[in-house]
């Protein structure tokens, strides 16, 4: 038996990056992942590929800042599997622009992807976990949980809320068995760091190489990259962890740029 053997897991944003290798991970250690993703058909298309390596995956089409889609998609996994074990709460955006040239419209759009999304799927899953009396919720918190850069005023503030969201549901959850956990990735090369490394090259007038080494990987203590599979080690040592021993915590994996 494997660690995630019968387990059932939500995974929002799960078609690409960090939470496309958390569902592999969790599935090649047993689990079910459910990929839950705006991207339909990316996220089919991570499902069949984790079906192809002979393990169990379901797709469902999910917009996280609509309360209607999350609450039909929880309840298709509910229908299908009868229980949610575990929800991460990943799927993420990232807009930079200086707070002076900030639209209100992205800033309300980035909130609602990273904060109204976290707590949607978290009231949707919750309801289950507590009738099971058992839940691991872990949220895609980053460094900008716990530091600030230029040109990410809304991202620095949602993933900040992350850790409050997390420290509330760890108290209600208690008693039902249910843990609340943040991981903090540094940066990790994705599409949404890709698309950032221009963007910020050009706000900031400095070259693309440069961005990478004197702003992204600067504080680092190996000038290295965070990888998809060193988030994704610290997510599954949240969701597999067997008490609430470990809850209300967030925990930085970021080859050092920041230290608690
Ligand atoms: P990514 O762009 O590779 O993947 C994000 C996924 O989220 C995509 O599949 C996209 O379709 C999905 N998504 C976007 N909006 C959605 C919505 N409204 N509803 C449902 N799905 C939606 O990005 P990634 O780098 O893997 O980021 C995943 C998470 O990790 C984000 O929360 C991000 O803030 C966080 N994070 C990333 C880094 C990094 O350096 N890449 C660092 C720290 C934290």
Redesign the pocket.
């Given at each position: 038996m494997s660690r995630f053997t019968g387990r059932v897991a939500i995974i929002?944003?799960?078609?690409?990056?960090?939470?496309?290798?958390i569902a592999l991970r969790f599935a090649a250690e047993g689990g079910t992942p459910v990929i839950?993703?705006?991207?339909i058909d990316?996220?089919n298309a991570a499902a069949d590929e984790f079906k192809a390596d002979g393990g169990e995956a379901f797709a469902v089409a999910?917009?996280?800042?609509?309360e209607a889609e999350v609450e039909k998609g929880v309840a298709d996994v509910i229908a299908k599997y009868g229980k949610i074990d575990i929800l991460v709460?990943?799927?993420?955006?990232?807009i930079v622009k200086p707070i002076v040239d900030f639209p209100f419209a992205d800033w309300k759009k980035l909130l609602?992807?990273?904060l109204d999304?976290a707590f949607l799927t978290t009231r949707a899953c919750l309801k289950h976990m507590y009738a099971a009396n058992y839940g691991r919720v872990i949220y895609?918190?980053?460094?900008?949980s716990k530091e600030a850069s230029k040109l990410k005023a809304p991202?620095v503030t949602a993933?900040h809320g992350l850790i409050g969201l997390a420290k509330v549901v760890a108290k209600e959850g208690a008693e039902h068995n249910v843990s609340a956990n943040v991981v903090?990735?540094?940066?990790?090369?994705?599409?949404?760091?890709e698309?950032q490394i221009p963007e910020q090259a050009k706000e900031l007038g400095i070259t693309e190489e440069q961005v990478i080494k004197n702003v992204m990987l600067k504080d680092t203590v190996d000038g290295e990259?965070?990888t998809?599979d060193d988030?994704a080690d610290a997510v599954l040592y949240f969701a597999g962890s067997r008490t609430n021993a470990l809850t209300g915590q967030s925990l930085v994996v970021s080859h050092g740029w920041f230290m608690q």
């Amino acid at each position: 038996m494997s660690r995630f053997t019968g387990r059932v897991a939500i995974i929002t944003g799960a078609a690409s990056g960090i939470g496309k290798e958390i569902a592999l991970r969790f599935a090649a250690e047993g689990g079910t992942p459910v990929i839950a993703d705006l991207n339909i058909d990316a996220a089919n298309a991570a499902a069949d590929e984790f079906k192809a390596d002979g393990g169990e995956a379901f797709a469902v089409a999910m917009n996280v800042t609509d309360e209607a889609e999350v609450e039909k998609g929880v309840a298709d996994v509910i229908a299908k599997y009868g229980k949610i074990d575990i929800l991460v709460s990943n799927a993420g955006i990232q807009i930079v622009k200086p707070i002076v040239d900030f639209p209100f419209a992205d800033w309300k759009k980035l909130l609602s992807i990273h904060l109204d999304g976290a707590f949607l799927t978290t009231r949707a899953c919750l309801k289950h976990m507590y009738a099971a009396n058992y839940g691991r919720v872990i949220y895609m918190g980053s460094v900008h949980s716990k530091e600030a850069s230029k040109l990410k005023a809304p991202y620095v503030t949602a993933k900040h809320g992350l850790i409050g969201l997390a420290k509330v549901v760890a108290k209600e959850g208690a008693e039902h068995n249910v843990s609340a956990n943040v991981v903090c990735p540094g940066f990790v090369r994705t599409p949404l760091v890709e698309k950032q490394i221009p963007e910020q090259a050009k706000e900031l007038g400095i070259t693309e190489e440069q961005v990478i080494k004197n702003v992204m990987l600067k504080d680092t203590v190996d000038g290295e990259f965070t990888t998809t599979d060193d988030v994704a080690d610290a997510v599954l040592y949240f969701a597999g962890s067997r008490t609430n021993a470990l809850t209300g915590q967030s925990l930085v994996v970021s080859h050092g740029w920041f230290m608690q």
